[in-house]
């Protein structure tokens, strides 16, 4: 019985031996083979190619996504350079007319360009002979006026003179001086008249030196009155107020 019993042992031993020795070759034939190609007829006209593999769990890695039939890229487009347009031929007489029609165009434009040149050289000139005719007879217009006005001045200056003869004539004539006169002495009396020669007032201006005879000329000024001056008021301006030297010559002494 116990014989049995090992018999039995052995070969349980025996066929598990052979079991995984089938296993391990099993294993080791996928390995190096890792894919079978199986072939399944599908329906009469199609048939479907399967692959199979067998890998082991570390190399399992995700198939890569790829869209069923992919489109191709589209062509590069050609890029067509531009053509060139023909120019139009021109007609030798329409270019000759052209010309000739630009050529007058540019004619006139010279000529006006130079009569508007010319036009203005007249108008500055005509401005400048304006300016120096201006000035010339501004200074013609002073030089006769100097010319007036110096005639006026010895015209004033002769008449001044005679009157002042006159006066000195009159005064000369009313003067009484006490003593012996000194014709050395001379005294500047400030006079003022009155239109017609009326004496309005006598002033000693510059002493004589002698109070007697300053006072007897003052007094013979008073007694010459009206004096001898111009009856145009111009001529008699220089006369309202003036200045009068007097000296005691051909005076006689009072008696």
């Known amino acids: 019985m116990d014989a049995k019993i090992e018999v039995k042992k052995s070969s349980n031993l025996i066929y598990s031996l052979i079991l995984h020795s089938a296993i391990l070759i099993f294993l080791v034939i996928t390995i190096e083979f890792p894919s079978r190609t199986i072939v399944a007829e599908k329906g009469d006209s199609e048939t479907e190619i399967i692959q199979a593999a067998v890998v082991s769990p570390q190399t399992i890695k995700a198939p890569p996504v790829t869209t069923k039939n992919p489109l191709p890229p589209p062509p590069p487009k050609k890029v067509i350079p531009p053509q060139p347009q023909p120019q139009p031929v021109q007609n030798p007489i329409a270019i000759q007319q052209q010309l000739l029609a630009d050529l007058n165009k540019e004619k006139k434009r010279q000529k006006q360009l130079k009569h508007q040149q010319q036009k203005k050289l007249a108008n500055d000139f005509s401005k400048k002979i304006k ?50 006169p000194d014709k050395n002495l001379s005294a500047d009396l400030l006079i003022h008249l ?16 002698n109070d007697s005879l300053d006072r007897s000329a003052e007094t013979a000024v008073f007694r010459s009155s009206p004096l001898p ?21 051909n005076i006689q002494a009072a008696g």
């Open 131 to 180: 300016q120096l005719a201006t000035k010339s007879l501004q200074e013609q217009l002073q030089q006769e006026q100097s010319r007036v006005s110096a005639l006026q001045a010895r015209k004033l200056k002769g008449i001044v003179d005679h009157y002042r003869a006159l006066i000195l004539q009159a005064i000369s004539q009313n003067w009484r001086v006490p003593g012996a």
């Open 229 to 249: 001056v111009p009856s145009d008021p111009d001529d008699f301006e220089p006369f309202r107020q003036f200045v009068l030297r007097v000296k005691p010559e």
């Open 194 to 209: 009155a239109p017609g020669g009326t004496v309005l007032d006598v002033q000693v201006a510059k002493s004589s030196g």
